[in-house]
């Protein structure tokens, strides 16, 4: 009887209540408030510790070949440098690129605008609407614009030296967390199995980005050259860099050489353009590379476009790029690393990770059965009336370490996915 009350009152405590949602949500909301105040150090900060752990690989390499894990930090973070260097020349180059030549195309903007109007007024729509409906589009914003953001990049310097600055100290950091890790996969080894899976993640994320704006960049070089676009180049690198915002990339690498090949070589240009970039970057960044990505980081479609939207809210424009990672982040914490939030995973992950969630969890229930076993053999009525030990797993012994040992304990053996406790190790 005891012990059917105890299972009774476990499986009522599992359950959240409305008092525990809202305290959740409360929470959650302050976070997205505090790190929306700080996102001037968040993001910068959050955007260097997934360039080092990303290349963390290059730097293991180095070290098995027999160069000082020191030397093999510096070489990375050298190599890092050197690409984010080249990056912001090229995007801050083809801005300036663009401040420049948009105002020769003026004229003939205006003279494409003037001949819009004259056609749409053939079927009866009213010339005075339709000029207070586009005269607010100007090409002269437009560069007004650009000029805005090349200011923009160069007054962020101070983002960009703190970008700079945490990967120098992380990298340095990282050539001895050996022990740091043992010590956390002990005492937590579900966070540590999350963040491991976090890294893992992050870094697949990166490498498959940029292998695919990489693709997508010197295919429309290509095309744009073929079609006859002028400023092939600036298209290029915009479209490598737009290839980094999920979903929405796709169109904010279209609508700038579209409107050149407009003003340049007129609607049927244009037209190539829109299709061109349809039929490779629609196929290679909305089809392709999404089926990549969910298979590489587990997340939905929908999720990626969500945390899009909802991380350039938080932490402004650089939010749009670690939309995929942050969203990783708080998955990893608020979710993987709780075995009881783990059932939130189903609404988050693609159907191809769920069939992995799966196999694994099929795996660890065929991993207790001999513990049953050995249960059912002691008696059947112990077997049949202490039911929560064979849940919890293992018993782990309870020194002096306290209280928080033995809550680690439980939480490594609440664990629904096998090798929890053993990935961090390995």
Avoid: C
């Amino acid at each position: 009887m005891s012990h059917q009350s105890g299972t009774d009152v476990l499986e009522v405590s599992s359950r959240p209540s409305l008092q525990t949602t809202a305290l959740v949500l409360g929470g959650l909301t302050i976070a997205a408030v505090g790190l929306h105040f700080a996102s001037s150090i968040i993001a910068p900060t959050f955007f260097a510790l997934t360039l080092i752990v990303s290349a963390r690989p290059m730097q293991m390499w180095l070290t098995r070949h027999r160069v000082h894990p020191m030397v093999a930090a510096i070489l990375v973070l050298l190599f890092l440098y050197v690409i984010l260097v080249a990056l912001v020349i090229m995007l801050a180059m083809s801005v300036a690129r663009l401040v420049t030549e948009l105002p020769a195309y003026s004229y003939r903007f205006q003279a494409i605008y003037a001949d819009l109007i004259e056609w749409l007024s053939q079927f009866g729509v009213d010339e005075q609407t339709l000029e207070g409906v586009l005269g607010d589009f100007d090409l002269n914003r437009i560069v007004g614009l650009l000029g805005t953001v090349l200011e923009g990049m160069s007054s962020a310097g101070g983002q960009a030296a703190l970008l700079l600055v945490v990967m120098f100290f992380l990298a340095i950091d990282s050539t001895n967390v050996g022990r740091r890790f043992e010590l956390s996969a002990s005492r937590r080894p579900n966070l540590t199995a999350a963040l491991t899976d976090f890294v893992t993640g992050v870094r697949k994320y990166w490498i498959v980005a940029t292998v695919f704006g990489l693709i997508v960049a010197v295919l429309d070089v290509i095309a744009l050259s073929i079609i006859g676009v002028p400023m092939v180049l600036v298209w290029g690198v915009l479209a490598f860099v737009t290839n980094y915002i999920p979903n929405v990339g796709f169109v904010l690498g279209l609508i700038p050489p579209a409107l050149i090949a407009l003003v340049d070589g007129g609607v049927s240009q244009m037209i190539w353009v829109i299709v061109t970039y349809s039929v490779l970057n629609f196929t290679v960044q909305t089809i392709i590379q999404p089926k990549v990505t969910g298979d590489a980081v587990g997340l939905s479609p929908v999720v990626s476009f969500l945390s899009l939207t909802f991380w350039t809210l938080v932490v402004g424009p650089l939010g749009a790029i670690l939309a995929v990672p942050l969203t990783l982040f708080a998955k990893a914490i608020l979710v993987d690393a709780h075995p009881e939030s783990r059932w939130i995973s189903a609404y988050l992950v693609t159907d191809a990770e769920a069939r992995k969630q799966l196999a694994r969890f099929r795996v660890s229930s065929t991993d207790d059965v001999p513990a049953a076993d050995e249960e059912a053999a002691a008696g059947p009525d112990r077997a049949e009336s202490d039911p929560v030990p064979v849940a919890a797993g293992p018993a782990t012994p309870q020194g002096a370490a306290g209280a928080d040992d033995a809550a680690g304990a439980g939480e490594s053996g609440e664990s629904d996915e096998p090798g929890d406790g053993a990935r961090p190790t390995a």
